[in-house]
């Protein structure tokens, strides 16, 4: 209104590429994060990194958990928060494991595995969406819940009988490439595709922003809620395969606790917004490489795995920090600029 | 020495870009009741808010009993004996009576605790001449918005306000209830207290106020004696012109009954409301705030449901649960709030527009963008949306731009039914010119139109028939040719239970 | 009709806010009086608030915070940081007198929720992300502290242990504590103007605003007596078990914040009372007194805790949803 220049009636697209504004994106700083550790790994232990199998290890480490940051992207999208993804994760462990024990063939105790964690996943959406309960809330009691019932279930029995290809997953790799990153990244691009490319992904993010809005365009979102947790369960049941070959095979109910945190924390860390509505699929994805490395750079460094939980910690507060004083500090500014006219236009 | 106990001179506010208030003046004398008038979005809000100290002008100058003063908050002006009553009553829902009433100024025992015997106390001796009926010690979200109000003004008492600001007091109020309130506001005013009382009811500045102001577009316009300025020309310096060349002229043939509704009832909201709406016809459901109009659009739209009575399309009865039913049925809502209802502000244009339409767009499973766009280009391009382009975010819109955005977005579907929830409400007047026409241009196009409005020159200059609701009710229905502004205000402000209200 | 309720003789506890948690109370301990006679004595009911002491002080803290309308995932970790900071530097140095180890934890925690509340009130952090990142912090920062050695039980003081194992009036000092901190509270909720703040911008934070409350103020307070009274529990964990190690206290956040729920507290903030924490507490702890009863039923322990937590969300959105009905029910008969 007050600008004429930015207002017009031709409604074409007039901007174009910036490489100027990609090269700061929040995307490209975590990719310069990344080769910032590399380069540093390179420096402090070139025999190290260059050694067969390094890198490869560095991040098979950091995929047990990358499918269940995709999903989490989705949950983050909407706005709601899953802090059950873990005990989601032991739920469709144990479930394979024990169908295992049965002598069931191999390939239906995994489908069972992951179906059992839709039906968690299931659980939460439905207390979310259609009683309207805080996602916070009810999915801190289920994660209670879920492991409670693993808990029940095995006591301290450890359950080792699992599909051989569960550990070839894990630590194996294809032509020098471990297979997992090969499994993640197929996965990333379809949900990739999924959101920013599909109708489902779009309303998504139109959830995430603007809840009510959506509702009046016609849209269900109760459903999509509840698919969006359904998701969630299956992705962790899908994490479970990666999850217990890295474990080497046992499965125990006090497993993986903590993993839900390192899940959010990735996905703050790669851009999405815990109040929903922003964020894009290859932030969250180039931060599950960033933590895998800075993990391994970590323990290189003799730090032990309780101290690095400072880190991760300190990770989630500041990934979200840095973008909201950047603003506040922009504003202040702003603030401070016109409050000096203002004092000008007074004592006149 | 001044004659006036509040005196603003030159005020500007501007919000980025946008004014909201352009050199506004007002003088307000001791004890007197001052009206203050203007449309929607004229600025008597913000004005407010500069008064009370929430916002911090710009420019200008504010006098209290001749001395310049800088309200820094709301605390700053409470200090000053300013307070406001706001048409949203903005109380703690869940705390008491009397704890609204001192939040902010409590009695304190000389141990620094609460005393909550001695507000108690007052806050009975306080409530007690204002109303027989308000427990103090109940929670306030257990009062009607009367009795709320009524506490609000005990509020201000209890600050020893001198000057208290009304906002749109009896906007939701009985005709007894408003009685009530205007021989307290009588009262207060012989006590000395000067108030600015903003109203969109004649009826109100007729009875109360001695001196009344107007602004429009963010101006001060003048301020006149009530007594020395007739209703036309009133009415005439708050909408800026005749009222005849502010409507577009109609050109829609007026064919079948496309909507009919019957009984339709909603506890605790609405209760038998029937009315019918044809082909091409805009018909206005009008009625002061609270009377229960949107949520009889709401229902038709599917984001409530009602619990009795029937809808029917062309002569087919619905059974609309959802937003999904009523879009499929072919009855779309441009809903009242459009940040809040209508757009996703932070989304480009091109995706609100096609928001409701995503699977028309999909090309092999996958959403087909440059589809989008065009779509969207060629809806906006025909209602005028100027923008910097179709992604920009509706943020960066003016708020006549953004309601145009919304009605491309109803244009994407395939509609019979529009209901338009206050399609004017907070834009310029000149946009408001240019939305007026659309609404013509829908109705030739054989759209059944539903417009609702609060603002009487509004549904007259644009409905082909009034439908007028009070307390969830329908008291009145008039043809374009026999309804006045008397006719409606009457019609609204009837109560069919008003005999039972009393007791 | 209330009215008529007034006059009955019943009136005084029918109208008492949590009058079915009383209920519900009473029912559990009658089912316990007698289905386990001979176990439910004296001692064991006092063995039983003993032992969840530690719940009801991190449940009162939690509440003021819920109330704000935010949640502290942090209390748990917290306790292990000061429970770790005060033994260890207790180990150390044993002479000095223990009730600077009381002050100590208070400190320490009051800290650690101070920065909490920062993160919350004045850079507007969503509460369950800031808690959840400080909450790996703390743990961590309890890790380095202790090295990761544990402390036992001969490496206690007996002035330190006192605090909490002492009895006075044949109750454990560790009871007296949180009846002390309950009625601080009730006080403090009731009748000071920072308490009835809190509730002020839970229940309408715009209107708190306009009255010249200061959000981020009232929100750092609130955090920060939640970490003091963390820190408090973490203290005197160490001195009722005489033991320490890091990672102790794991999910006892999840403990306070099914007590709060329990108790009546709404999770949407302004809504709650300190009477209801306290029967929260006693119902949660019969029922982990009948868990640790039947011997195998320990391990039903977290499931049966997750499933209450439900369950009474549920209970708390269905009396706001029938009460939203009455009021509509009420302004029908107006139309």
């Known amino acids: ?348 | 020495m001044s004659n006036y106990i509040l005196e603003l001179k030159d005020v500007v506010k501007t919000f980025g870009g946008v004014t909201a208030l352009n050199n506004v003046q007002f003088q307000l004398k001791r004890g007197e009741v001052h009206a203050l008038m203007g449309e929607n979005g004229a600025g008597k809000s913000t004005f407010i808010k500069v008064i009370t100290g929430v916002h911090q002008p710009d420019s200008g100058i504010m006098l209290l009993e001749g001395e310049s003063i800088t309200l820094h908050s709301t605390s700053d002006s409470a200090k000053l004996g300013i307070a406001a009553i706001y048409q949203h009553v903005t109380a703690f829902p869940d705390l008491s009576v009397t704890e609204n009433i001192f939040m902010g100024q409590e009695i304190m025992t000389p141990f620094h605790t609460y005393n909550w015997t001695a507000m108690t106390k007052r806050a009975k001796a306080l409530i007690a001449p204002l109303s027989q009926d308000i427990d103090v010690t109940k929670p306030m979200n257990t009062l009607s918005v009367a009795q709320q109000q009524l506490v609000e003004i005990a509020k201000a008492l209890s600050r020893d306000a001198r000057i208290i600001i009304m906002d749109e007091p009896t906007a939701s109020l009985t005709k007894t209830e408003c009685e009530e309130l205007y021989q307290i506001v009588e009262r207060l005013r012989d006590d000395g207290v000067s108030i600015i009382f903003i109203t969109h009811k004649f009826e109100d500045m007729y009875r109360l106020a001695t001196r009344v102001t107007v602004f429009r577009d963010s101006q001060y316009i003048g301020t006149w004696d009530v007594d020395k300025i007739s209703n036309s020309k009133l009415i005439a310096e708050m909408v800026g012109r005749e009222l005849d060349q502010m409507y577009p002229h109609k050109t829609s043939k007026i064919g079948d009954v496309v909507l009919e509704v019957n009984k339709l009832s909603k506890e605790g909201y609405f209760k038998d409301i029937s009315f019918k709406v044809r082909k091409g016809e805009i018909l206005a459901l009008t009625g002061l705030v609270g009377a229960g109009r949107t949520e009889v659009c709401q229902t038709l739209f599917g984001i409530m449901t009602a619990d009795s009575g029937s809808i029917l399309l062309e002569g087919n009865e619905l059974t609309i649960k959802s937003p999904i039913d009523a879009l499929k049925n072919g009855i779309g809502l441009l809903p009242e709030d459009r940040q809040l209802q209508g757009l996703v502000c932070e989304l480009p244009i091109y995706q609100n527009v096609s928001a409701p339409v995503l699977k028309n767009f999909l090309k092999k499973g996958l959403l087909d963008q440059e589809a989008e766009i065009a779509n969207a280009i060629e809806l906006c391009s025909k209602i005028q949306v100027k923008a910097k382009d179709i992604v920009a975010p509706p943020s960066s819109l003016s708020g006549g731009n953004q309601q145009k955005v919304v009605f491309s977005k109803l244009l994407s579907c395939d509609l019979k039914v529009l209901i338009l929830d206050e399609p004017t409400k907070g834009i310029d007047v000149g946009a408001k010119y240019s939305i007026y026409e659309i609404m013509n241009e829908l109705a030739s196009n054989g759209y059944a139109i539903i417009v609702v409005s609060s603002e009487m020159p509004e549904v007259l200059g644009t409905a082909d028939r009034i439908v007028v609701m009070k307390s969830g009710r329908v008291t009145g229905e008039f043809a374009i040719a026999d309804a006045t502004q008397e006719k409606i205000l009457e019609a609204s402000l009837m109560k069919h239970s008003d005999t039972e209200q009393g007791a | 009709m209330s009215k008529q309720n007034k006059s009955s003789i019943l009136y005084p506890f029918t109208s008492y806010k949590q009058f079915g948690l009383l209920i519900c109370l009473g029912i559990l301990l009658a089912a316990a009086a007698l289905l386990t006679p001979s176990m439910f004595t004296l001692d064991s009911i006092i063995s039983m608030l003993r032992n969840n002491a530690v719940y009801a002080l991190l449940a009162s803290g939690m509440m003021l915070v819920i109330l704000t309308g935010g949640i502290d995932l942090s209390v748990a970790s917290t306790l292990a940081l000061t429970g770790v900071v005060t033994s260890v530097l207790m180990n150390k140095n044993p002479s000095i007198p223990a009730i600077f180890w009381v002050i100590l934890a208070v400190v320490v925690g009051s800290l650690c929720g101070f920065i909490n509340g920062f993160l919350v009130g004045k850079l507007k952090m969503i509460p369950l992300i800031a808690t959840l990142g400080t909450m790996y912090v703390y743990r961590g920062l309890a890790f380095l502290m202790s090295g990761g050695n544990w402390l036992f039980p001969h490496q206690f003081t007996e002035g330190y242990v006192a605090f909490a194992d002492k009895r006075i009036l044949g109750v454990h000092s560790i009871i007296w504590f949180t009846v002390i901190v309950f009625i601080l509270g009730g006080i403090f909720l009731g009748y000071t103007r920072p308490g009835r703040r809190i509730y002020a911008i839970g229940t309408n934070q715009d209107s708190a605003v306009i009255s010249g409350i200061k959000p981020a103020n009232i929100k750092m307070l609130a955090y920060s007596i939640a970490g003091a009274l963390a820190g408090l529990a973490g203290m005197l964990y160490t001195a009722n078990f005489s033991i320490c190690y890091y990672g102790m206290g794991e999910g006892f956040e999840m403990q306070a914040i099914a007590i709060c729920i329990l108790g009546g507290v709404s999770i949407t903030g302004g809504k709650g009372r300190i009477d209801g924490v306290v029967i929260g507490t006693l119902i949660m702890s019969i029922i982990s007194y009948f868990i640790s009863l039947l011997p195998g039923l320990s391990v039903w322990q977290d499931a049966i805790q997750g499933a209450i937590i439900i369950i009474a969300v549920g209970i708390n959105i269905y009396v706001l949803k029938t009460g939203e009905k009455n009021i509509l029910k009420e302004r029908g008969k107006l139309i």
Not at chain 1, 250 to 272: D, H
Not at chain 1, 306 to 325: D, E, M, V
């Open chain 1, 1 to 348: 209104m007050s600008n004429p220049k930015l207002i017009s009636r031709d409604l074409t697209v007039k901007d174009t590429f910036k490489l100027s504004k990609f090269l700061i994106s929040w995307e490209m700083i975590l990719i310069y994060i990344l080769l910032i550790i590399n380069i540093a790994l390179i420096i402090s232990q070139p025999s190290l990194y260059f050694a067969n199998g390094t890198l490869s290890s560095i991040i098979q480490s950091g995929m047990d958990l990358s499918f269940m940051v995709l999903a989490m992207i989705f949950v983050l999208m909407i706005g709601a928060i899953d802090v059950s993804v873990a005990s989601i994760m032991i739920v469709c462990s144990m479930v394979t494991g024990l169908m295992m024990d049965a002598n069931f063939p191999s390939f239906l105790c995994v489908i069972c595995g992951i179906l059992a964690g839709g039906i968690c996943g299931i659980f939460n959406g439905l207390l979310i969406a259609k009683l309207k309960m805080p996602a916070v809330i009810v999915t801190i009691s289920t994660s209670m819940l879920f492991r409670g019932i693993v808990k029940i279930i095995l006591d301290v029995n450890v359950l080792k009988n699992f599909p051989k290809f569960y550990s070839t997953v894990a630590w194996e790799n294809l032509l020098g490439i471990p297979i997992s990153l090969i499994f993640f990244l197929i996965a990333a691009t379809i949900f990739g595709i999924i959101l920013h490319h599909s109708k489902f992904g779009r309303e998504l993010y139109m959830i995430g922003n603007n809840p009510t809005t959506t509702l009046y365009s016609g849209i269900n979102v109760d459903g999509i809620q509840i698919l969006v947790f359904t998701i969630m369960g299956l992705m962790a049941g899908i994490s479970s395969i990666f999850f217990v070959g890295r474990m080497g095979g046992g499965v125990s109910s006090t497993m993986g606790t903590g993993y839900e945190l390192n899940v959010i924390a990735i996905c703050v860390l790669g851009g999405i917004s815990t109040n929903g509505g922003k964020g894009r699929v290859y932030g969250p994805v180039i931060a599950t490489l960033i933590m895998a490395f800075l993990i391994y750079t970590l323990g290189l460094m003799g730090v032990d795995a309780n101290s690095r939980k400072i880190l991760i910690g300190l990770i989630l507060i500041l990934a979200i920090l840095i973008p909201h004083i950047n603003k506040e500090s922009i504003k202040q500014f702003k603030q401070n600029l016109s409050g000096k006219s203002k004092k000008a236009s007074v004592t006149k």
